[in-house]
């Protein structure tokens, strides 16, 4: 079993940044994939980054890669995403999920946390 709490959301001018963290517990295995998904209003949640629990391969979507970076802490069992020259369209929930290996489909990751809001105004 694994838990996730998600924060650092909050309300941003387009072109500023933001970091949100993502600190889990429980159980991990190396084959883990800690990925970030966002949901905005009328949207389906989409992927927009993953790490690898072990080693630093990263994954993005097209539509955050250059602006968006993913890292990790293992000591402290925490994931982040710094958020840059944030756009109004990236205004979702931001949500932390954790699978078992890389997928851009969120139905392949088993734990979740309860999302964090991401506002960016124009």
């Known amino acids: 079993q694994v838990q996730l709490v998600e924060s650092g959301g909050g309300l941003v001018q387009a072109g500023g940044s933001l970091r949100l963290s993502c600190a889990a517990s429980?159980?991990?295995?190396?084959?883990?994939?800690m990925g970030w998904f966002r949901q905005a209003p009328g949207k389906e949640r989409e992927f927009a980054a993953g790490?690898?629990?072990?080693?630093?391969?990263?994954y993005y979507a097209d539509s955050v890669k250059g602006r968006f970076t993913i890292s990790k802490d293992n000591a402290k069992s925490t994931v982040y995403l710094q958020m840059n020259s944030l756009k109004p369209e990236d205004t979702a929930v931001y949500y932390c999920?954790?699978?078992?290996?890389?997928?851009?489909?969120?139905?392949?990751?088993?734990?979740w946390g309860q999302g964090t809001q991401v506002t960016v105004s124009s």
């Open positions: 999920a954790v699978g078992n290996g890389y997928s851009g489909s969120d139905s392949s990751y088993d734990y």
């Open positions: 429980g159980r991990f295995f190396s084959t883990y994939v």
């Open positions: 790490i690898r629990w072990s080693g630093v391969r990263t």
